[in-house]
């Protein structure tokens, strides 16, 4: 059998296998750490038994899944309570609640989002409204 | 069939690349407005539609070419546009491209365009208008592709396409009243507040369309095989004329409204456009000579002999679509926002990088009619 | 036939079992957690509203006094972009000439055509920018009556600043964030370019109990805040007392902001 064209097939294969497992090879050997999200914060450390508005690996999974329910009950109908499933309330707020206990966004929230490589800055786009906490670093 | 936009001239293939040209570069002036906003535009806090809504209100009239030759043609059997009903419909594709590209180019969250579809309104006529245009986008491309097909095998166009014919007759006036809906509805903005609007929408697309296809059909037959015929270019030129005394008698009529009743703010947007308000009168010149290209038209068109005379009729042709390009592209949308809710007088001019993503939507226009109608002729090229 | 009959009366059966059970599932879901509700603190009223009572407003010696909008502006980190073409603005000052100039004359007394009047959204009964927008990104919000903005599902188009009769809207042409001059208001969100945005009536301020922040800010008591629906309100005892206009009340918009004059 003959490839015709075979001096510019197979280049071009070559340069198209390069290109595809690009990323792999570029990446080898600086595999990043798993991210370690801290809970060190005044208010988390206050807290006698610290627990989230769901429990952890709830939070871990679905965290924007509940953001965004709390924004549409805020924003279209109004609801700004929240009793959470242990009947814990909480203010349905990004701003004033979350980051009231998470209020080291670069090391909480930054870590896992850089990690997983989110676009935009490796921000999801919440931060580009709402106001992040000022951190003392 | 679309292997024939493959194949042409060294001059077919200079004018894409032309055209390329220009689009790359409306694309990079998009990119820049992307990253900055639309602050790079002319646009304000009062004027908050400006040349971009405004092409595309001009263009949604472009598209009426289509129905202009498909209606006489099947409803009242006028033989001679059997051969250009298919350039009305391959225009009428081109504008309603440009159309929903001025729409996205004018958003400032066009990454949430789906949110019209996921949030349906069907209290918003933006909402209609994007069914509307989306609709006779989808009729022409069939339309115009199975009856070109069938020509090229030499059959009957299949029987199913006959009520989507029929169909696009009304859907093109719905276009338009839709369009003009969109404006003739908002409290508060006397120059558009007029139950005529729609009408008078209507109106200038049976002249601005029709012009542009006597236009094209004249480029086609100087270099291609292709010839639409006198006799119907001579039909086209007719409706042209109708059009554009109807649109001036509409346009006369708003004037009546709004100087005898003496109402001040119905008169605000005409005077604004046609001799300043306060001291402000950037539009002024444009409107005059909107005025003037539409009476030359007129002249020129009620003329038997130099209607005739394809060389004033080119001229007449040109002075109909860039008098109602002017009318609407320029003066209707803008003039509509002058002045603002506080009767203040907030001017508006297109910015450099506004005027090139216009000049790049209006490029991809002509991109997509320049193989539209090189397939189209191929065809019919291949025929004959 | 037969068959037909059954089958109907089974689809009837299965129809009022779902509907003896609607009480019983009803029950079960009230005591299912999570739920969510307003705060008990939160101010209801079917339709809001605001009278604002200029006399109050000129009568003072500090013509300057910006209190309001200063507050305003500040709570909803409003920017400030410095430019007439891509202002932004939820509450501010006009000319009693420009902004009822319908009923303006050459030969009002005590001069009043060049007095500032203060401006906001009225929070219409029957909003045009409400019917016009195409994604619902600004709805007439059903509870307490205010012309509320989603910010998060805004695309921008700006049909709603076309529609509005009063100029209440304003885009955001840029970015605004570097342009807030005031202190940031953590509590408080910013918007993003390409969005737009209006007065909110405070809506969040509403749901704790408090009155909106240029209410509050007001010095000389010339804002008055309350349910327009409800005969003992402030707002309804004010205008039961005095003389007072609204903005453009031809268009049938029916706004909520009066203005005593």
Redesign the interface.
């Known amino acids: 059998m003959k490839i015709y064209n075979a001096k510019l097939i197979i280049p071009g294969l070559l340069i198209f296998v390069v290109m595809v497992t690009f990323p792999i090879w570029y990446n080898k050997g600086s595999a990043a750490p798993p991210p370690e999200p801290s809970l060190n914060t005044p208010a988390i450390q206050r807290m006698a038994e610290k627990q989230c508005v769901l429990p952890k690996d709830q939070m871990r999974t679905d965290h924007m899944q509940l953001l965004n329910e709390w ?1 549409t ?1 805020v ?13 814990k309330e909480y ?2 707020s990004l ?2 609640e979350c980051m009231r206990c998470h209020s080291n966004k670069s090391e909480f929230c930054d870590t896992c989002h850089v990690y997983a490589g989110l676009k935009s800055g490796s921000q999801p786009y919440c931060w ?4 992040a ?2 951190e003392n670093k | 069939m679309l292997e024939r936009a493959l194949t042409g001239s060294q001059k077919y293939y200079r004018l894409l690349m032309g055209l390329l040209i220009l689009m790359g570069m409306g694309f990079a002036a998009y990119l820049y407005q992307l990253n900055t906003g639309l602050t790079i535009t002319g646009l304000s806090r009062d004027v908050s539609w400006g040349f971009y809504i405004a092409q595309f209100t001009f263009l949604v009239g472009v598209a009426a070419s289509a129905v202009m030759v498909v209606l006489p043609y099947y409803l009242h059997n006028v033989k001679v546009f059997g051969r250009i009903t298919i350039l009305g419909e391959f225009l009428a594709v081109a504008s309603v491209t440009m159309c929903l590209l001025f729409i996205i180019v004018d958003l400032g969250k066009p990454m949430r365009l789906l949110n019209v579809i996921l949030y349906p309104s069907p209290n918003s006529i933006l909402f209609w208008d994007m069914i509307v245009l989306n609709g006779y986008l989808f009729l022409n491309i069939v339309i115009g592709w199975n009856v070109l097909e069938a020509e090229r095998k030499g059959t009957d166009s299949p029987s199913w396409l006959k009520p989507l014919i029929y169909l696009s007759i009304p859907w093109a006036i719905s276009i338009h009243t839709v369009t003009a809906f969109l404006y003739a509805g908002l409290p508060g903005r006397h120059l558009w507040l007029h139950s005529i609007l729609a009408a008078r929408f209507l109106a200038s697309a049976f002249a601005s369309g029709p012009a542009l296809l006597i236009l094209l059909a004249l480029v086609l037959r100087k270099y291609t095989k292709f010839d639409a015929g006198k006799e119907a270019i001579d039909k086209l030129s007719q409706i042209v004329l109708y059009g554009m005394l109807v649109s001036i008698f509409f346009i006369g009529l708003e004037f009546f409204t709004a100087f005898y009743s003496n109402i001040p703010s119905h008169q605000h947007g005409l005077l604004y456009l046609f001799v300043g308000l306060d001291g402000y009168g950037k539009l002024v010149p444009f409107m005059w000579l909107f005025a003037l290209l539409a009476l030359a038209a007129v002249v020129l068109l009620i003329n038997p002999k130099t209607r005739k005379d394809e060389k004033t009729l080119k001229i007449a042709c040109l002075c109909v679509f860039f008098s109602m390009w002017i009318e609407k592209g320029l003066g209707l949308v803008i003039g509509g926002f002058i002045p603002n809710p506080f009767e203040q007088v907030r001017e508006y001019l297109p910015t450099v990088p506004e005027l090139i993503i216009t000049m790049g939507i209006w490029a991809t226009g002509f991109f997509v009619l320049t193989i539209l109608y090189k397939i189209a002729v191929s065809v019919k090229e291949e025929v004959e | 036939m037969e068959s037909n009959r059954r089958s109907f009366l089974k689809i009837g059966g299965i129809c009022a079992l779902g509907l003896g059970a609607l009480p019983v599932t009803k029950a079960l879901a009230r005591k299912a ?7 008990p603190e ?1 101010l209801k009223a079917n339709q809001w509203a605001m009278v604002v009572d200029m006399k109050k407003c000129w009568e003072q010696a500090d013509r300057d006094c910006k209190d309001c909008i200063l507050a305003c502006h500040q709570y909803h ?1 409003v920017p400030d972009i410095g430019t007439i073409k891509e202002e932004i603005k939820w509450l501010w000052q006009e000319s009693y000439h420009d902004t009822f100039h319908d009923q303006a004359t050459k030969f009002n007394i005590a001069n009043i055509e060049h007095n500032p009047i203060m401006v906001l959204c009225n929070h219409c009964t029957s909003p045009p920018c409400v019917r016009v927008c195409p994604t619902k990104a600004t ?1 007439k ?1 059903k ?2 009556g205010i012309v ?1 903005m ?3 599902r805004c695309i921008g188009c700006r049909f709603c600043m076309a529609g509005c009769p009063y100029g209440a809207r304003s885009f955001n042409f840029r970015d605004p964030i570097p342009y807030i001059k005031t202190e ?1 208001n ?7 370019r390409g969005v737009v945005e209006k007065c909110s009536f405070c ?2 301020r509403l ?1 704790r109990g408090l009155f909106p922040a240029c209410v509050e800010a007001c010095r000389h008591g010339a804002l008055t805040f309350g349910d327009i629906t409800d005969a003992d309100s402030p707002v309804r005892k004010l205008l039961a007392e005095n003389y007072s206009i609204k903005r453009r009340p031809e268009l049938g918009t029916g706004p909520n902001v009066y203005y005593i004059i």
Request: hydrophobic share 30%; with cysteine.
């Open positions: 924004r009950e924003v279209r109908n109004g609801n700004r309570l929240y009793v959470a499933w242990d009947g203010n349905m701003q004033n580009t409204c709402h106001i906490p000022k | 957690l999570p739920q969510v509700s307003d705060f939160a980190n709805f919000d509870k307490s509320k989603d910010y998060h940031l953590m509590a408080y969100p910013a918007r993003e809506t969040e749901a």
